[in-house]
């Protein structure tokens, strides 16, 4: 488990650009240390947030892009191309724009596939990580280089939502999760062993909508009520905010060269 690191930007708009600056960097290092990088992406309004900032960064082409394994952290389970799937909204902000190797984009499954319920859409996705796990990983899911979660106003991650059985989960890596308390309420899910996996964690909020959210996941709660609080990565774990997402942290929190 690694302790927080804080970094708070002015506005959502220079986070994204930071974060996205912070990615290439970690990509093209990890490439150039093992041959590929690993990334896991995250939906929401931050997380295409970063997508597009990156498509518009400059040294966007340092990235080898053939050379990058890209995975989900969740999925709205829902047809394939729907508008609402987090990976529809990410080809559109960055995927379609770069040269991906198919082989190495890891969708999970859509509601019109070979998987007619949730909860076997995730046993699939559980399989194809484990595939791609190796030796040196230690478990049932590869080291990821970066982890991107977007943290919720009520504190989730994924769609791990505080109280609901996908947070309680300590076995499998991916879960279906129905009943989600924002819609859509089915959903497909990396949980939070899968998560820890990672060699980092960036979790992004910006809007003063996120504040609260912020300061309970940062001051001691647990997971089961705050899942982000129980988000972190193996060697580093990154919380990436703007002011407002940062406004209610306790002063001994906030980080001292933050505007």
Known sequence: MSTPQIVVHRDKELMAQAAAARLITKIVDAQAARGSASVVLTGGRNGNGLLAALAAAPARDAVDWSRLDLWWGDERFLPQGDPERNATQAREALLDAVGLDPARVHYMPAADGSHDDADAAA?????????????????????????????????HVASLFPEMPGVRETERTVVGVHGAPKPPPTRVSLTLPAIRAAREVWLLAAGEDKANAVALALSGAGEIQAPAAGAYGRSRTLWLLDAAAAARLPRDLYPPASP
């Not at 996705?125 to 970066?146: I, M, N, Q, T």
């Open 123 to 155: 046993e699939a996705y559980a399989a194809e990580l484990a595939k791609a796990a190796r030796p040196e990983d230690h478990g049932p899911v590869p080291s990821f280089d970066v982890l991107l979660l977007g943290v919720g106003p009520d504190t």
